[in-house]
């Protein structure tokens, strides 16, 4: 094997490795937004939470058998 046939798989191999850890830290990032936008994001949608503030819980619509979450 010569220099110049490992040279490129190096290359790829960092730019694959600095891909993947990109798409690592993404959904970190987009989570933090959500959260600060609903604090019901993080439950499943399919419960169709709403945020009680007074109250500080995540209602779940009364038509599905889902459990209320205060915090």
């Known amino acids: 094997m010569n220099r110049e ?3 490129p798989i190096s ?4 730019l694959a490795l600095a891909f993947a850890l990109l798409l690592c830290v993404v959904p970190a990032l987009s989570r933090d ?3 600060a936008a609903d604090p019901c ?3 499943p949608h399919v419960c169709r ?4 503030p ?3 819980c ?3 619509d009364p038509r599905f058998d889902c459990y209320d ?3």
């Not at 290359?11 to 960092?14: A, F, I, R, S």
């Open 5 to 7: 046939t490992t040279t």
């Open 11 to 14: 290359k790829l191999c960092k």
């Open 33 to 35: 937004r959500a959260a």
């Open 41 to 43: 994001d993080p439950f």
């Open 49 to 52: 939470y709403k945020f009680d």
């Open 54 to 56: 007074i109250e500080h």
């Open 58 to 60: 995540c209602i779940a």
């Open 69 to 71: 979450v205060c915090f």
